[in-house]
Structures are given as structure tokens and as C-alpha cells.
């Protein structure tokens, strides 16, 4: 299977879903994101699905700049 890109499910994926694809077991995507991608989507996301370096990179820089906003206000 082949993951929708991370640009269109990111900002929609709760925070839950956030912090997983963020936690330990990246790049591995749990349950939860598999299934909140596959509802936001509608793609076909499998149960080995892993994000590449580069989507990896702008989870973690969208959630920098989430937080910098947050700290700003």
C-alpha cells in the first residue's frame, strides 16, 4: 500500500494520532493514524504502513511550528 501523502492528513490527524506518528515507533504507524488517515482520506492504508524520512521530517516540522504559535500567544 502507498500512503497518501503526509501534507493531505497531517493538520486534520488528532493530537492522539499526532503524538503516535511522532512517538516511539516511528516510522511505524499504529492503529489509530492508520485508521484516522484512512477516514479522512479514504485510501486503502495497510497494516505494515511506515512514513518515509522526508514526511518524517515535516511531522516534526509542522508540530515545532504548532507549538512555537501556542507559546506565542
Known amino acids: ?6 501534507r493531505e492528513w497531517w493538520s ?3 493530537l492522539e494520532a499526532r503524538v503516535e506518528v511522532l512517538g ?3 516510522p ?16 486503502v ?5 511506515t512514513l518515509s524520512d522526508d ?3 515535516y511531522a516534526r516540522s509542522e508540530a515545532r ?4 504559535a501556542d507559546d506565542s500567544s
Open 55 to 57: 514526511d518524517l521530517e
Open 28 to 43: 511505524h504507524l499504529g492503529e489509530r493514524t492508520r485508521e484516522e488517515i484512512r477516514t479522512i482520506t479514504g485510501a
Open 12 to 14: 486534520e490527524l488528532s
Open 1 to 6: 500500500m502507498t500512503l497518501p501523502p503526509l
Open 45 to 49: 492504508v495497510g497494516m505494515a504502513e
Open 65 to 68: 511550528s504548532e507549538i512555537a
Open 24 to 26: 516511539d515507533t516511528a
